[in-house]
T-cell receptor, first 114, second 117 residues
């Protein structure tokens, strides 16, 4: 149980275009999902917390107009990187929380902006 | 907000030895402390967790201890195997409603564990 999927696993896009990443909880309902960014050999940096049916809460320094998050249902959250630039290239990982505690991660999306 | 410090940053052991990774946290209201294992290019996997109402938890070869007074917790891996080689992250979850850390996991910097056969 507690499986989180993420799609796509890898994406290459051109500078200025937008990219959408999907995160799904496959066998449970997640009232809260999280989006992280991870640079090579570094820790996980929380970008935003997403609650079903409400606006996402962004961490300080994260541009909400650039990283659009939509938590449309209890099993799906999406992250859209708008007007992507090379500096947005990174590993993006979502996670979903079951109940009050356990948090499970998706496999991540490697974004490369050329 | 919460601050989590993790040590050491790298740890190298021989197969069969024990490995210990330590973390300290700053928010005394934090109430949940998970440990994740991340292999290269893969997702972090929850391997064990502990809540603030217990001091120790064990699952086969891994155990976690928590000292709330000192605000630190540790991961213990016994009888290490080469497949234990990975990056390990500790995390702490804030509990103060309305605080900046509420409900969010703050991660340590990670420990690269290498188990030599």
């Amino acid at each position: 149980g507690a499986v989180v999927s993420q799609h796509p696993s890898r994406v290459i896009c051109k500078s200025g275009t937008s990219v959408k990443i999907e995160c799904r909880s496959l066998d449970f309902q997640a009232t809260t999902m999280f989006w992280y960014r991870q640079f090579p050999k570094q820790s996980l940096m929380l970008m935003a917390t997403s609650n079903e049916g409400s606006k996402a809460t962004y961490e300080q320094g994260v541009e909400k107009d650039k990283f659009l998050i939509n938590h449309a249902s209890l099993t799906l959250s999406t992250l859209t990187v708008t007007s992507a630039h090379p500096e947005d290239s990174s590993f993006y990982i979502c996670s979903a929380r079951t109940g009050l505690y356990e948090q499970y991660f998706g496999p991540g999306t490697r974004l490369t902006v050329t | 907000g919460e601050n989590v410090e993790q040590h050491p940053s790298t740890l190298s052991v021989q197969e069969g030895d024990s490995a210990v990774i330590k973390c300290t946290y700053s928010d005394s209201a934090s109430n949940y402390f998970p440990w994740y294992k991340q292999e290269l290019g893969k997702r972090p996997q929850l391997i064990i967790d502990i809540r603030s109402n217990v001091g120790e938890k064990k699952d086969q070869r891994i155990a976690v201890t928590l000292n709330k007074t000192a605000k630190h917790f540790s991961l213990h891996i016994t009888e290490t195997q080469p497949e234990d080689s990975a990056v390990y992250f500790c995390a702490a979850r804030g509990s103060n409603a309305g605080g900046t850390s509420y409900g969010k996991l703050t991660f340590g910097q990670g420990t690269i564990l290498t188990v030599h056969p």
